[in-house]
């Protein structure tokens, strides 16, 4: 009544235009996402169509042809290059005279209805409840993971069909009703690729019995059915190549993410590979059902399909990538307790099965066999490891909430501030930055090697003109000190090798230190420095790409004298093998520069005594120095890298408003006497 008499509307009014804000946002949310699914399912037909003729659906025009399933008259795996049972080759016999003319926009368009009705079916089967927000975004969500991973872009441009055994499964477990026509489309899965038949046990032990015995019925009678048909390669498939193993491709290639071709990759062959690999398959399909069971008996039961697939992954005896859909599954369940530690796994299950795999970890030696593994190690650690919570843990819902600094005014008056970006007190998972720190790297040296200044005749031509630009400036403003310089320190021999070897220690080296002790010291600091080192980067690739520019060593009749690569020949447009490892007209603006110049400003902001900050202010000074002297760089390069150092700190202010200055939250203190106050009625 009070609201009312003073001319404001009812508590209740309030609640619904909130409701219906919340409701509005959200209908705008999941609209954009099935743009996005659809504009990526657009994409996926025209790279598939896009590829000429030849170089796309391989598998299925080596399959189909005038003569039969294959080309020739013989034998289904007479090539190798038919990995299906020949029940599968049973079902494409009929497209013989049809897939000539099908092979492109058919095929294509089957399997992307395929990709929706698999995503559709997994939105559908998340463990609930599940909230109204979840509900209506997992669709499109899920429908957009699929059509960017790696096994769905595989299996349409090969014109695979390990698609369908996933969707049967699905479909089976989720949607039809009655363990008879459950166990049916399992068992005609499990015809099409054996290891489903890894779900026969998991039916079995929670409780479904009699769809376990239509899944091993259905898949006995059409794999003899098959063999009645086509005994031949019924016996070829079974008995010569041990249930498909050889076919398709050398076992111990990395496209084989199993754990036979692991083991091959690692040189164990002969009776001794067999033996471990034996070994090692039964404990994890032993491991892996267990855990399934317990995660179906949970009420998790799309988290259970998840784990078994990934132990059939890891001990079929070839997995290639188009087969590997159900690690991708495994997103469904949760890890973590704290808020924060809640996207590690899902992040990287993505990160796994849409990239590849040198964009996750190093292209080190050391690190090739994990490497070469990676979708493997995905695997084995959902069916094994990965210690999903159950849905009793009080976690489940309510992870331990992150913590936030509380809103702080802005410091300029004239600055208004967009706080989209609340800042984190709390220190963030080590496991998820090092990826997503990792990840990010990896986009950044393939749009750096990929900005149009390219070592082409008409890239080199347009970076060497910005050249002779930069070099007008310079000395019009009488700052063209490139080529003193450089002769100078070329002359004294311990300045040439002290300033070529900063050049090429330090570029990495010191923002890694400075982010590694921000992150164990100053955890607020360290998102603050993080957040402005990723704008300052991101305009820096932007420069690349706009404005390819030549450094003064690659700037013919200039002189400079290359310090750390050597003399360079002009004549040869790549300049070397150099070219292959970045793009050597990436030099406006400087990250050495930037990165130096953001290395110091952090150390003076944070670092407690003045020594220390005039220790951290040397590197930029001793980077400028390296730059200009061994010819790697423009004076105004280093301008440019101030310029979007200056830039990244000021978009952080922006977004996430001033630096905060406490490393936790202050706590609220009561005093005896407001404690004991009653709150008023």
């Known amino acids: 009544m009070a609201n009312v008499e003073h001319g404001g509307r009812p508590a209740e009014a309030f609640g619904t235009t909130a409701v219906g804000a919340v409701r509005g946002r959200l209908r705008v949310a999941r609209l954009g996402l099935w743009l996005i699914a659809a504009v990526l ?142 166990g049916a489309l399992i068992g005609v899965a499990a015809a099409l690729q054996p290891t489903v038949l890894l779900f026969a046990p998991l039916l079995w032990f929670t409780g479904r019995r009699r769809a376990a015995v239509w899944t091993g019925g259905t898949f006995a009678a059409s794999t003899a059915l098959a063999w009645a048909t086509m005994p031949h390669d019924s016996y070829t498939y079974w008995v010569h190549h041990m249930a498909g193993a050889g076919l398709g491709g050398k076992a111990d290639a990395l496209a ?9 990759r690692l040189d164990l062959t002969g009776p001794l590979e067999i033996g471990v690999f034996f070994a090692l398959g039964t404990a994890v399909a032993v491991l892996g059902l267990r855990r399934a069971v317990r995660y179906a008996r949970d009420g998790q039961l799309l988290l259970a399909v998840a784990v078994t697939g990934c132990a059939a992954v890891a001990v079929s005896p070839t997995t290639w990538q188009h ?46 066999p994990l490497r070469d593994n990676v979708v493997l190690l995905a695997a084995l650690a959902a069916a094994t490891l990965v210690p999903f919570l159950s849905r009793t843990s009080p976690y489940y819902r309510a992870p331990t909430p992150t913590e936030y600094a509380a809103p702080v005014p802005a410091r300029f008056r004239r600055v208004p501030l967009v706080p989209y970006l609340r800042r984190v007190l709390t220190r963030p998972n080590l496991l998820l930055e090092l990826l997503l720190i990792r990840v990010t790297y990896a986009f950044y040296s393939k749009i750096r090697l990929a900005a149009s200044g390219d ?39 311990w300045l040439r090798g002290f300033l070529s070897f900063y050049y090429e220690s330090f570029h990495f080296v010191l923002p890694l230190t400075v982010l590694a002790v921000l992150y164990w010291r100053r955890p607020v600091d360290y998102r603050w420095a993080r957040s402005s080192l990723g704008f300052a980067t991101l305009l820096a690739l932007i420069g690349f790409w706009l404005y390819p520019l030549a450094p ?20 040869k447009p790549d300049y070397g093998a150099l070219t292959a490892l970045t793009n ?43 730059i200009v002297a061994t010819g790697n760089h423009w004076v105004l390069d280093a301008v440019g890298g101030a310029a979007v150092v200056g830039a990244g700190f000021a978009l952080t202010y922006l977004l996430q408003g001033p630096r905060a200055r406490f490393a936790k939250a202050p706590a609220v203190t009561e005093s005896p006497t407001t404690a004991k106050e009653p709150a008023p009625s």
């Open 455 to 493: 070592s082409s005749l008409d890239g080199r031509a347009r970076a060497e003109a910005h050249g002779h630009q930069i070099l007008g400036i310079e000395r019009f403003l009488h700052i063209d000190i490139e080529y003193a310089v450089n002769h100078a320190v070329d002359r004294t021999d």
């Open 256 to 264: 084989n993410q199993s754990l036979h071709g692991a083991l091959l």
């Open 41 to 182: 399912a657009v994409r996926q037909v025209a790279v598939v169509l896009g590829t000429p003729r030849g170089e796309r659906l391989t598998d299925l025009e080596t399959w189909v042809g005038p003569n039969g399933v294959l080309h020739v008259k013989g034998s289904l795996y007479d090539s190798t290059r038919f990995t299906g049972t020949p029940f599968g080759g049973l079902v494409l016999k009929p497209l013989t005279n049809a897939a000539e003319q099908a092979l492109g926009w058919g095929w294509t368009f089957g399997t992307l209805l395929l990709v929706v009705a698999l995503g559709l079916v997994a939105a559908r089967a998340l463990p609930h409840p599940v909230s109204r927000r979840t509900a209506q975004l997992a669709a499109p969500v899920a429908i957009s993971l699929l059509m960017l991973s790696l096994p769905v872009r595989n299996a349409l441009w090969l014109g695979q069909i390990s698609i369908l055994p996933v969707l049967l499964v699905l479909v089976g477990c989720f949607v039809v009703r009655g363990e008879r026509a459950s």
């Open 584 to 626: 050597q007209y990436a030099a406006m603006p400087s990250l050495h520069f930037g990165w130096s110049l953001w290395c110091g400003l952090v150390i003076a902001v944070i670092a407690p005594a003045w020594w220390m900050k005039a220790l951290g202010m040397l590197h930029p000074l001793f980077t400028v120095s390296a």
């Open 323 to 368: 087969q590997l859909l159900w690690v991708l599954l495994a997103v469904a369940g949760r890890v973590g307790k704290r808020a924060s530690d809640r996207y590690v796994w899902p992040v990287a299950v993505i990160l796994v099965m849409t990239l590849p795999a040198k964009m996750m970890l190093p292209n080190v030696d050391a690190m090739d």
């Open 552 to 571: 003064p060593r690659l700037l013919p009749g200039l002189g400079i004298i290359d310090t750390v690569h050597g003399v360079q020949d002009f004549s």
